[in-house]
Every structure is written in C-alpha cells, then in structure tokens.
C-alpha cells in the first residue's frame, strides 16, 4: 500500500503548516494496529492523547487549598539594629576610601624625584633679599644627604 499522502502529512506536520482536520487524520491513521515499520517510530507521538490517562487533572479542591496557603498570615519579626550595625556600611566605605588614598599617595611619592640622596651639585648662594633662605634651605638639603661638613663656599660635584 502507498502511503505517500501520509509522508507528506508528515512533512507539513513538521513544518508546522496542517491545519486540525489533517493532524485529525494523522492521529486516525497512527491509532490503527496495523501501521508500515517505517512509520512505526511516529506512532507514540500521535497515540499520546489517547493513552494518557486524565489523573493528572487538578481536584475540585485545589482552588481552596491554594488559597488557604494564600491567606495564612505570616508572623512579621522585628528586628532591633544598633548604631553600629547602621552605620557598618559607611564606615567599610570610608575604610576602603582610606586605604585607596594611601596606596596613591605611596604611589605617588614613589615616582617622584625629589629624592634627596642624590643630589650631584651645590650653587653658590645668591647675594640679594633671599640669602638667608637659600642658605637655610641648602643647610637642610645638606643635612638630609649626610653632607652636614662640607664647606659650601665653592660649588662641590659629586660623583
């Protein structure tokens, strides 16, 4: 027997294009005993409906129990917070505010060249309004690279 008209139900079923009255007669054709071994794995699809058994309906019931669980009143508890537990938030935010302005300033002063250490060359004081704050200001440079004795009369190249 030919059943080519079946294949093509098939395809269109698949594809989404057959209206009720062809998936009517798909389902005719796979709940009789005697279906071709090539069509056979379709049959358990189409028998579905008709050998599912109706036990999985909702009871008569079910509204009232869903709406007794609905209605229940649920306790509110209260919870009593101290200051400290308001104000944990802020004082975590402005510890990791503190600790990111430190690492920049670390990070800052660590590139910076105003490393008194190495220092190479000493000028003259200048004569005018300023010599006692050139002088002052060389004393303290002097003092901070270890070269406290050094007489500064003459201008000193260190290598």
Do not use: H
Request: glycine residues 4%.
């Amino acid at each position: 027997m030919d059943y080519k008209y079946i294949s093509q139900l098939l395809e269109r079923y698949w594809a989404g294009e057959t209206s009720l009255e062809e998936e009517q007669i798909l389902r005719a054709f796979f709940s009789q005993t005697n279906v071709p071994d090539e069509l056979k794995q379709y049959r358990c699809l189409f028998l579905y409906e008709q050998t599912e058994p109706a036990a999985d309906v909702l009871g008569e019931d079910f509204d009232e129990q869903i709406m007794s669980v609905i209605s229940r009143p649920q306790p509110v508890k209260a919870r009593m917070l101290t200051m400290g537990q308001r104000f944990a938030p802020l004082f975590k935010a402005a510890a990791v505010v503190a600790i990111i302005l430190t690492l920049s300033n670390a990070a800052q002063s660590s590139f910076r060249d105003d490393d008194y250490t190495n220092v190479t060359s000493f000028e003259r004081p200048v004569q005018g309004v300023s010599v006692a704050l050139n002088d002052s200001a060389r004393t303290d440079t002097l003092k901070r690279s270890g070269l406290s004795n050094v007489k500064y009369d003459a201008p000193v190249l260190l290598k």
